[in-house]
């Protein structure tokens, strides 16, 4: 079963303009992490949040975590045509190993 | 950095047949991952291997499923014999502990 839900699942907005994707999990984790997916390639990590954390930035790219409310956000700023692609949170939970449940993806659409 | 390499990038065949699906993961990765994506279900983890040893592979649907990992720098997943639901995309991915994964670009599996 997943563990993190996306919202939305599908987001077109206009070149420039910021994106924002959630994620909500269910239990208990180490960290959350970020990747992108383009179409017909693989996932590519973006950025890890851990558990203690509450916010970190990379680039234009700006995430939330907050645990008591088992949710996370991705803020993309000043989005490019090339940002079109799926993106995926991921959660690391407790004595769970390396392994991650990945949630359902937002599809992002960036029109030039 | 060759990054996660995955053959073949395409397989066509027909119900029945055995499927073998190949992964060499970054050197010095000791976590190796196997993922299987479509549409309705997303992004499931199959199996993965720490140090070559399988360590959880309660996501492998049955027992026409199986993943072996005879060396660091190698592992297959095996379908035998293959079905049309067994068609999706399968990934590959790899990572040292505690950091993110290294995905390959997938085997796009169609089962006719």
């Known amino acids: 079963s997943q563990q993190g839900e996306e919202d939305p699942q599908a987001l077109s907005i206009q070149e420039g303009e910021n994106a924002t994707m959630n994620c909500s999990y269910k239990t208990s984790i180490n960290n959350l992490q970020w990747y992108r997916q383009n179409s017909g390639r693989g996932l590519v990590h973006l950025i890890l949040i851990r558990s203690n954390e509450r916010e970190k930035h990379s680039g234009r790219l700006r995430v939330t975590l907050d645990t008591s409310k088992k949710s996370s956000s991705l803020l993309i700023t000043a989005s490019r045509a090339a940002d079109t692609a799926s993106y995926f949170c991921?959660?690391?939970?407790?004595?769970?190993?390396?392994?991650?449940?990945f949630g359902g993806g937002t599809r992002l659409m960036v029109k030039p | 950095d060759a990054g996660v390499i995955q053959s073949p990038r395409h397989e066509v065949t027909e119900m029945g047949q055995e499927v073998t699906l190949r992964c060499k993961p970054i050197?010095?990765?000791?976590?190796l991952f196997w993922y299987r994506q479509t549409m309705m279900r997303g992004l499931e983890l199959l199996i993965y291997?720490?140090?070559?040893?399988?360590?959880?592979d309660s996501g492998m649907p049955e027992d026409r499923f199986s993943a072996k990992m005879p060396n660091a720098s190698f592992s297959t997943l095996k379908i035998q014999p293959s079905e049309p639901r067994d068609s999706a995309v399968y990934f590959c991915?790899?990572?040292?502990?505690?950091?993110?994964?290294?995905f390959g670009d997938g085997t796009r599996l169609s089962i006719l």
């Open positions: 291997f720490n140090n070559n040893v399988p360590i959880d």
């Open positions: 991921a959660t690391d939970a407790y004595n769970a190993g390396n392994m991650l449940t």
């Open positions: 050197s010095g990765h000791d976590y």
């Open positions: 991915a790899s990572s040292p502990r505690g950091q993110p994964q290294h």
